[in-house]
């Protein structure tokens, strides 16, 4: 039984759903209109408590799907609601980043700077040189955008030196020891 999938949605003020051909979703609120499809083994209903799915039969796959369509859904109605962000830190000696108009300049210690182009539905600021604050409606885009920073340079376990989520705690390696 999944108890995810059986959870009822409840719809923020503000926010309007509305249902398209082959089990589309769409969703209208304050930030904006996300739009997505989803699999007709799922079973999408707008009820007066809010937006429910069910499982159109009990094979293991529908089961694998239920809880994966009420988990979208519940991201799609907080993001148009609330939006989504996500702070990065840079640690190290002349790390740093800078916004140039839709890229980020990045310097992080390679012998080239790098230019991250922003893609679009994602807004980026940086208070500091040394932090960048990732935010938008798409939890997905939000989320990959930020991995692709931090791919550039991952944290090391040394120094904690490169690109970490403001909430990630770096796991310290020690160094090597002197020889007796």
Aim: charged residues 25%; hydrophobic residues 35%.
């Amino acid at each position: 039984m999944s108890r995810i999938g059986n959870r009822v949605l409840k719809i923020p003020a503000g926010v309007e759903v509305k249902f398209d051909e082959n089990n589309t979703v769409i969703i209208k609120g304050l930030k904006g209109e996300l739009r997505q499809s989803f699999s007709p083994l799922i079973a999408i209903s707008l009820e007066e408590d809010g937006l429910v799915t069910k499982r159109t039969n009990e094979i293991k796959h529908t089961k694998q799907l239920h809880g994966t369509t009420n988990s979208l859904l519940s991201g799609m109605l907080i993001g148009v609601s609330v939006g989504y962000k996500v702070e990065l830190d840079i640690v190290g000696v002349g790390y740093r980043a800078a916004l140039a108009g839709d890229k980020i300049n990045l310097s992080l210690g390679y012998s080239h700077p790098i230019a991250y182009q922003i893609p679009k539905g994602v807004t980026v600021e940086i208070p500091k040189p040394i932090k960048i604050i990732v935010s938008g409606i798409d939890k997905q885009l939000v989320g990959q955008v930020c991995a692709e920073i931090r791919a550039y340079r991952k944290p090391e376990p040394y120094k904690g030196k490169g690109i970490k989520y403001s909430d990630e705690k770096i796991i310290r390696k020690e160094g090597k020891s002197a020889g007796k």
